[in-house]
């Protein structure tokens, strides 16, 4: 949950922090889920922001690139190809629970959202009248990530570009006004 706002307060029952939470529904089921009594560990990180379209480009620019020189040992390789396989590799991915009749919808579904969402259907988990169970990964694209995964993202890109030998005078360009990758 993503909370803003921290306060600390004091009272008979000693210190107390509290936060601003994004809506009532969220702290309600936050705290219900919390037994009274009972410790906890708190974890508390800086949100990372939406990652940038200037990210974005310099990614594209660099499979771009990537893909000019792959395609001369496979000229069917596209830029989208490298970018779908990178999403897979580098990002993370849900896991849902579906039967083999709705396996194609869910697919469709999801990966109409856009290039980078992938959905893969794993090994069968179950059966019941006929019917079989599958685990289905789905991976969400790029446009969710924030900057923290997008550096990860274009790292493993920049990487593999580095040991292609690929960096164009455009692409430097692009590297050195995002230095950071986000």
């Not at 069917?76 to 709705?102: C, F, H, Q």
């Not at 924030?146 to 274009?154: A, H, I, P, V, Y």
Request: proline share 3%.
């Amino acid at each position: 949950m993503v909370v803003s706002d921290p306060k600390w307060s004091m009272d008979a029952d000693g210190v107390r922090i509290s936060f601003k939470a994004p809506n009532i529904e969220a702290a309600k089921k936050l705290c219900l889920e919390m037994e009274r009594g009972k410790g906890y560990d708190l974890t508390v990180k800086k949100q990372s922001g939406k990652r940038s379209l200037s990210a974005n480009s310099l990614m594209w620019a660099v499979l771009g690139e990537m893909c000019q020189e792959l395609r001369k040992t496979d000229p069917k390789v596209t830029p989208d190809d490298l970018y779908r396989g990178y999403i897979k590799d580098t990002g993370n991915y849900d896991v849902a629970e579906a039967w083999e009749d709705s396996l194609e919808s869910i697919r469709k579904m999801w990966e109409s959202n856009g290039l980078g969402w992938i959905a893969e259907v794993g090994e069968p988990i179950g059966e019941a009248d006929g019917m079989v169970k599958y685990t289905v990964r789905l991976w969400h694209g790029s446009s969710q990530y924030d900057s923290r995964e997008m550096k990860g993202l274009l790292d493993s890109i920049l990487q593999d570009a580095a040991a292609l030998g690929i960096c164009s005078e455009s692409t430097q360009a692009l590297m050195e006004a995002y230095p950071d990758g986000q």
